[in-house]
């Protein structure tokens, strides 16, 4: 594994090879009766896969990259949640990690995914994760200064480069299990027939730990998921200079929400608490029955065109996803007074296409467009109390229907020119022009890109870059509810103002130097710094588990990174520092989610948002000897955080939002796999995984802060095994 700065100081025009048809005897039958010309597969896939690589290079971004080698050598390898891998880069601090939370360089998500180089469009958030470290081949991270390829979601870009039926020629059959009533089959295949060749992959898995805990117990209580996972690749060469390729994937999973022991009633209707003679009885809140439910499913198609000194790529591409959260109707109103049955529906479409052209020895323009519009519904059904002039609730509990529908367009397009200014110098320097029109918001924006590369030495590297950033609020994630409505009742908000969630606007700077120190060892350092106006955030409000989205006025992150990694022979290690800070200022969007103390105290203070970590880390090595009979693996890695952040108490007694943290964390994994040849093809692989070897109990969130609904622990020692069978 390592982390580095990717730093490219030149492209030389992509020379590719000339593919002449099959030889055809000169007593051939007549051509009517031909054999069909089969081209090389093998080398015409990985000339357009190279070719795909320069339509969209990462110059000047800070770059890490994952392998399906490497990723084996991590915690629980590719039976990992696929944000695990991403957890293990520098500057990513966790959150729930069940859901897919992530937190890069000091931001709530706004990550984009791209696979085989092309956008992903967004899914509504929940706790699936959808994407399975089954299918990479090879996945890039990218964050800083980004080119002008990369808009809207700019923290920080994974690509995925997908297994291929050209490469595999082959599968594999596993089961995975262990703690926590785990049990995860998974099976993957590849192959080829004449010029085509496919990749499928698909997995279930059953478990008790599908959210996190929200107590410190070693086994949550009503926290059963199953997930259910597919994915497929399908690719034709039409000749030697282009190809046409589909994917698609669908995921479909449900989740119990855990509950928390011993809570305490809320207030009945008459103002005395709930009790036994009050409702069906007497409720304990370990008995409490939420679920939800979360589909996604999406479907891209791509035609590639590598033609001498152009390339290009053209993708449609689709998607619909869902997410339903069921209250307990009896439960909820017992506890919160309030029980939301609440379904979302997003489904987008849209357009990419990207292109390059090597213009001489010192040029290369690049350009692209993209399109994308999203639809979302969102239906409410909120059973609520009445309130008296006390604020108690009053009455029959009855519900209110809120259902409203969203619509949200991005388009963008960008033109730069990577300028190799001498050997040792390159400047990739452009701009994009991004729109965004909605139901509720319209704005555009001409945003400049430049990166400088300087290579001194064939031993160091150092860049320095400058990036205007506009990122349009999710759809998704924006509250569409009739906030009126609900007044005066158990679910009332603080305030009836919602102004419209806007697009964050920032200016955004970073420098660095990647330096070999000898062979197979590299160090780096990486700075920046961001100044935004409308910083976007997302948190967690009232009762469902649904994000909603807000932004400050103000807002401005800033940290640094060290990396370093070391691989000689079958030995690997890495280690990542970041220290970051984040901070906003002034609610200005979607206020009727907080109470008015919270906001006057954003009026005149710096906020830190509730996702900063001060100090994460991430460590690792492993060893992997080969033999002719098989091979022995094993590893060790750990993460560290110093903690998100929690509500504090002024020496007034007033509360300081954000003001302190969780306590500081980590975690030690260990793991060890051996391989046997069974076959002339066939391997048996067994594989052990110990998950917090320590058994630390460990808070990620203490249920206080911007946002922030619910206590989060993380996971307690785990043993987990697996069987695989390669062929």
Same mark, same amino acid.
């Given at each position: ?12 025009? !992509? ?22 010309? !089969?081209?090389?597969? *093998? ?80 899914? %509504? ?35 995925? &480069? ?24 998974? *099976? ?29 117990? @070693? ?37 119990? !929400? ?16 709930? #009790? ?7 409720? =304990? ?7 939800? #439910? ?54 987008? +479409? ?37 309130? =008296? ?7 029959? @509990? ?7 529908? %969203?619509?949200? @367009? ?41 990166? *400088?590369? %300087?290579?001194?030495? &064939?031993?160091?590297?150092?860049? @320095? ?88 006025? &103000? ?30 200022? =002034? ?6 989610? *907080? ?7 954003? &009026? ?19 060893? %992997? ?27 007034? +007694?007033?509360?300081?939002? #954000? +003001? ?60 987990? +095994?697996?069987?695989?069978? =390669?062929?």
């Amino acid at each position: 594994m390592h982390s580095r700065s990717l730093f490219i100081l030149c492209f030389l025009p !992509v020379t590719f090879v000339s593919f002449a048809p099959a030889q055809v005897p000169s007593t051939s039958p007549p051509a009517a009766t031909e054999a069909p010309v !089969v081209l090389d597969r *093998f080398t015409v896939t990985g000339n357009l896969d190279k070719a795909r690589e320069l339509i969209v290079p990462a110059l000047g971004g800070t770059e890490f990259n994952l392998d399906k080698n490497q990723i084996d050598a991590l915690s629980l390898g590719h039976n990992a949640p696929f944000n695990q891998l991403i957890l293990r880069a520098p500057g990513v601090a966790q959150d729930s990690a069940t859901n897919g939370d992530l937190h890069v360089r000091g931001e709530h998500a706004n990550l984009q995914y791209r696979i085989n180089g092309v956008l992903l469009p967004e899914g %509504l958030s929940g706790f699936g994760l959808e994407l399975d470290p089954h299918f990479v081949e090879n996945m890039e991270f990218i964050t800083g200064s980004l080119p002008a390829q990369y808009g809207f979601r700019t923290a920080g870009v994974v690509d995925i &480069k997908t297994k291929n039926g050209a490469a595999e020629n082959g599968g594999d059959a596993e089961v995975n299990g262990g703690s926590y009533d785990t049990f995860h089959p998974s *099976f993957g295949y590849g192959g080829s027939t004449g010029n085509s060749d496919y990749f499928v992959d698909g997995s279930y898995n059953h478990n008790g730990l599908g959210i996190e805990n929200p107590t410190s117990s @070693a086994k949550p209580i009503h926290d059963t998921t199953d997930q259910s996972k597919a994915f497929v690749y399908l690719s034709h060469i039409l000749d030697a200079t282009s190809r046409i390729s589909f994917i698609g994937s669908g995921s479909y999973s449900n989740f119990q !929400v855990p509950n928390t022991p011993g809570l305490p009633v809320g207030t009945a209707p008459g103002g005395n608490p709930w #009790n036994s003679t009050q409702g069906p009885g007497a409720f =304990d809140s370990s008995a409490l029955n939420e679920r939800q #439910n979360e589909q996604n499913y999406y479907g891209v198609v791509t035609y590639q065109k590598s033609a001498g000194d152009l390339n290009f790529q053209v993708s449609a591409l689709g998607r619909n996803s869902s997410v339903h959260f069921k209250p307990d109707p009896v439960g909820d109103l017992f506890f919160n007074g309030v029980a939301s049955d609440v379904k979302k529906n997003l489904s987008s +479409g849209g357009l990419q296409t990207d292109a390059s052209y090597t213009a001489g020895d010192q040029h290369t323009i690049r350009g692209g467009a993209i399109w994308l519009n999203e639809w979302v519904s969102a239906d409410s059904t909120t059973t609520v109390f009445n309130l =008296d002039a006390n604020g108690n609730p009053v009455g029959k @509990a009855f519900p209110i229907v809120d259902n409203h529908r %969203l619509y949200g @367009a991005f388009s963008g397009l960008y033109l730069q020119d990577e300028w190799k200014i001498c050997p040792m110098l390159t400047l990739n320097y452009g701009t994009r022009f991004d729109a965004f029109t909605s139901s509720f918001d319209h704005e555009h924006q001409l945003s400049p890109r430049i990166n *400088f590369i %300087l290579q001194p030495t &064939k031993s160091t590297t150092l860049h @320095a870059g400058y990036a205007r950033y506009f990122t349009p609020p999710p759809v998704e994630n924006v509250s569409g509810n009739s906030v009126a409505l609900f007044d005066p009742t158990s679910n009332a908000a603080a305030s009836d103002q919602d102004d419209p969630v806007k697009a964050e606007r920032s200016d955004y700077f970073d420098a660095g130097i990647s330096q070999k120190l000898a062979p197979g060892w590299q160090a780096g350092v990486d700075g920046y710094y961001k100044q935004a106006r409308n910083q976007l955030d997302d948190g967690l409000f009232g009762q469902t588990l649904i994000l909603s989205a807000f932004n400050y006025a &103000k807002g401005k992150v800033y940290g640094v990174e060290f990396t370093t990694s070391y691989t000689t022979g079958g030995f690997s290690t890495y280690a990542n520092v970041a220290l970051g800070a984040a901070y906003g200022k =002034d609610f200005n969007s979607s206020q009727f989610l *907080f109470a008015p103390d919270r906001r006057a105290y954003s &009026k005149n203070h710096w906020i830190n948002l509730d996702h900063e970590q001060k100090t994460t880390g991430s460590f690792g090595t492993s060893y %992997l000897w080969k033999e002719s009979h098989g091979s022995t693996r094993v590893y060790a890695d750990a993460l560290y955080g110093t903690g998100l952040r929690t509500d504090s108490t002024a020496p007034d +007694g007033s509360t300081i939002p #954000n +003001g302190g943290t969780v306590p500081a964390y980590y975690t030690i994994n260990v793991g060890a796999e051996q391989s046997f040849k069974v076959g002339t093809k066939e391997t048996l692989k067994a594989r052990l995984d110990v998950v917090n070897l320590t058994d630390k109990s460990y808070e990620l969130r203490d249920g206080t802060g911007i946002g922030v609904t619910a206590a989060q622990f993380g996971e307690r020692r785990g043993f987990f +095994g697996t069987v695989e069978l =390669d062929f």
